[in-house]
Nanobody, 124 residues
Framework: QVQLVESGGGLVQAGGSLRLSCAAS????????MGWFRQCPGKEREFVAS????????NYAESVKGRFTISRDNAKNTVYLQMNSLKPEDTAVYYC?????????????????WGQGTQVTVSS
């Protein structure tokens, strides 16, 4: 069982930056691939980024590539999402998620554990 708690969301102007954190419980954090997803009202939850258990493999949605960076600190059981050059269309609730094994999965149904989400609002 893995419990996830996100933090770091907030209101930022277009062009600004935010860093989201996701703290995980459990002693086997490094055996889980981690993902970030986001969801706008009335829309489906969409993949943002994922990272392998070791941190050596990262994957990004095309819409955030070059602007967002996913990373993890296994000693702290924490995964991060650094978001730069934010746009109003990045406004959403951001969720972190965990799955055992590979990080090459990009659909919400592929992830077993979820945090409660953190709101990110980008004003124009």
């Amino acid at each position: 069982q893995v419990q996830l708690v996100e933090s770091g969301g907030g209101l930022v102007q277009a062009g600004g930056s935010l860093r989201l954190s996701c703290a995980a419980s459990g002693r086997t954090f490094s055996s889980y691939a981690m993902g970030w997803f986001r969801q706008c009202p009335g829309k489906e939850r969409e993949f943002v980024a994922s990272i392998s258990g070791s941190g050596g493999i990262t994957n990004y949605a095309e819409s955030v590539k070059g602007r967002f960076t996913i990373s993890r600190d296994n000693a702290k059981n924490t995964v991060y999402l650094q978001m730069n050059s934010l746009k109003p269309e990045d406004t959403a609730v951001y969720y972190c998620a965990a799955r055992p094994g590979s990080s090459y999965y990009y659909t919400p149904r592929s992830y077993n554990y979820w945090g409660q989400g953190t709101q990110v609002t980008v004003s124009s």
